[in-house]
Nanobody
Framework: VQLQASGGGLVQAGGSLRLSCAAS????????MGWFRQAPRKEREFVAG????????VYADSVKGRFTISRDNAKNTVLLQMRSLKSEDTAVYYC??????????????????WGQGTLVTVSS
């Protein structure tokens, strides 16, 4: 599967952005999906994940209550709604797909496919 992330941009602290991850094929009930991010000089970190069936979601503590991951099955898209953005949310955001495990995991090495990344910059 090929993944295309989009929706990044420049936003002021406290603002919102919605990221999209478009897949080249159906991912619902096939792939668990995750969003990760990587800030300059930092390792890639887990942000949010959603199970293949779309029932279970998991979030990093740093974004819990501010970010929401969801699926738009009709468009083969996974969304990441980001609210109350902070300067520390600045990073390149990547979406990823896991074809083996039905639930989303926080470990990037367990994901099989990756999108190209979209830059989110939050100004304070």
């Amino acid at each position: 599967v090929q993944l295309q992330a989009s929706g990044g941009g420049l936003v002021q602290a406290g603002g919102s952005l919605r990221l999209s991850c478009a897949a080249s094929e159906r991912t619902s009930n096939r792939y668990a999906m995750g969003w990760f991010r990587q800030a300059p000089r930092k390792e890639r970190e887990f942000v949010a994940g959603i199970s293949a069936g779309g029932v279970t979601t998991v979030y990093a503590d740093s974004v819990k209550g501010r970010f929401t991951i969801s699926r738009d099955n009709a468009k083969n898209t996974v969304l990441l709604q980001m609210r109350s953005l902070k300067s520390e949310d600045t990073a390149v955001y990547y979406c990823a797909a896991d074809r083996f495990r039905g639930i989303a995991t926080k470990t990037p090495d367990l994901y099989d496919y990756w999108g190209q990344g979209t830059l989110v910059t939050v100004s304070s």
